[in-house]
């Protein structure tokens, strides 16, 4: 069978019609709204001052140093959860970045409206069971600081130090990072826990290394590991616990005189 010319321009209309037909019956949901009431609706929402963001509801604005200068970490994919902390120097008057990675930044002696002297700390943990201390350490100060928002160059590790923790153990990392226009040194602690690894890293630029070493150790030293929530009592001992003598046998003879 053929068709003119004009007849198939009129069967394609047609089925163009249809087709249109088709997608606004589908854009209806369930309770009868087109998506277009969907959309209205939707942006009303996120307007709201109630609204919460979904980044915002999954990074937070609650990680924040607390007033007394403890920033804490935690990984809490399940229960019970894990933190670490550091405490910052408390006559510093510090302050968090508005762009990520968020940085806190705690002023330089004599230099304290220069904020690109400041001394830098840096927050960072991961739930993914890939990771291990080294690991872990070796993304956040190498292929994480390479990035623009960062220092756009990766650390040069220098050496590890293990220390305990609380009863974990973390590792230590002292580093340098060089960029065309300057150079930083710093220090970093990295600790494993049951959810996932976690860390921070104190960064200063090389010529404020007076202040900035002794604060970031300081920052370092004062880490701490913590559990929340949980779910089973641990009994420490510092020495084994006493065994319970055995049960003599049920039929015991009497004792007798030892032979002469």
Known sequence: MKFSPGTTRAW??????????GLAASAQDSSGQSLGDVARKTRREHSSPAHVSAKKAVNGDDDDPDTSGVWRVRLC???PCYELSVTLPKNASWSRA??????????IPDHEEDSSRAIRVYAAGSSDPRYTIDSFKRTFLQAWFARPEYFSQGARLLR????????STGT???????TPALKYRGVSV???SPNGVYGFACVFRE??????????????????YQELQSSAVRKVYDDPPPEDPPDPPANDPPNKPDPQ
């Open 12 to 21: 394609i209309a047609l089925a163009a019609f249809a087709f249109c037909a």
């Open 160 to 167: 590890d130090e293990h220390v305990p923790i609380d009863w």
């Open 98 to 107: 508005e762009q990520g990675p968020r940085p806190v930044l705690i002023p």
């Open 207 to 224: 010529e404020d290394s007076d202040a900035g070493s002794s604060t970031c150790d300081a920052i370092v030293q004062s880490a701490q």
């Open 172 to 178: 230590v990392t002292h580093f340098t990072i060089t």
């Open 190 to 192: 990295v600790a494993n």
């Open 77 to 79: 994919p399940i229960i």
